[in-house]
């Protein structure tokens, strides 16, 4: 079945660049997402990419997609203390069902 | 601004007992979810639903059942709680066609822990 797996801690210093990778199975994902998970709150959708794209920046963020090897990955540049938190790679194929990884929990020491 | 509420921030039950989550939406979302999120695990899809009255079993749907009579709301029911639910319960909320395609919107999350 569908599969989306991601290491489960990353620890980065202030102003340093973040990279959270992500491997997923589905072939036929569509939608590729990055939700971003705060103490005590619920999943906010910080980005997403189509499948059909290789790259996406917004600000701080950039997406890399690399469809032939179904990877993901999100950079944060200049990491800020306010940054630490979980983040959740996920896939759908526009339907009803999100697939979501186990989430890669953020460190940032100032 | 969108928003997704769920009924208790932090639930405590006793094994055996029957428990109701509750979530309520605002956004007219035709879409609604229960996950639930554990250390390591990630979220794991309990049960959707995408009309009033209509539901479809997740991963993970033993020992759950849900209630949807109104579109803004979904209910999550525990029929007889035992230790291994104890666990963050979160809620979702997605449209059918409107903005980013599989976009969810979350509620904050119960933790509830049964003794």
């Known amino acids: 079945g569908e599969d989306v797996e991601q290491s489960l801690f990353l620890s980065v210093r202030e102003g340093d660049s973040s990279v959270i990778n992500c491997t997923y199975t589905d072939s036929s994902s569509t939608y590729l997402y990055w939700y971003k998970q705060e103490p005590g709150a619920g999943l906010q959708l910080l980005t997403y990419?189509?499948?059909?794209?290789d790259m996406k920046q917004d600000q701080r963020l950039t997406v890399l997609l690399n469809k032939k090897d179904k990877h993901l990955s999100l950079r944060i540049a200049d990491t800020q203390t306010g940054d630490s938190a979980i983040y959740f790679c996920?896939?759908?194929?526009?339907?009803?069902?999100?697939?979501f990884g186990a989430g890669t929990r953020l460190f940032v020491k100032a | 601004d969108v928003k997704v509420t769920q009924s208790s921030r932090y639930l405590v039950k006793r094994t055996g007992e029957k428990v109701f989550l509750e979530c309520v939406q605002d956004m007219d979302h035709e879409n609604m979810f229960w996950y639930r999120q554990d250390p390591g695990l990630g979220l794991r899809l309990i049960y959707f639903?995408?009309?009033?009255?209509?539901?479809e079993k997740g991963d993970i749907p033993e020992g759950y059942s849900v209630s949807r009579e109104k579109k803004e709301r979904f209910s999550l029911i525990l029929e007889s709680a035992s230790t291994n639910q104890t666990s963050m319960y979160l809620c979702a909320s997605s449209s059918k066609g409107q903005g980013v395609a599989g976009e969810q919107y979350f509620g904050p999350g119960t933790r509830l822990t049964v003794t």
């Open positions: 996920a896939e759908s194929t526009g339907g009803f069902k999100t697939i």
């Open positions: 990419i189509f499948s059909n794209m």
């Open positions: 639903s995408y009309d009033v009255k209509m539901k």
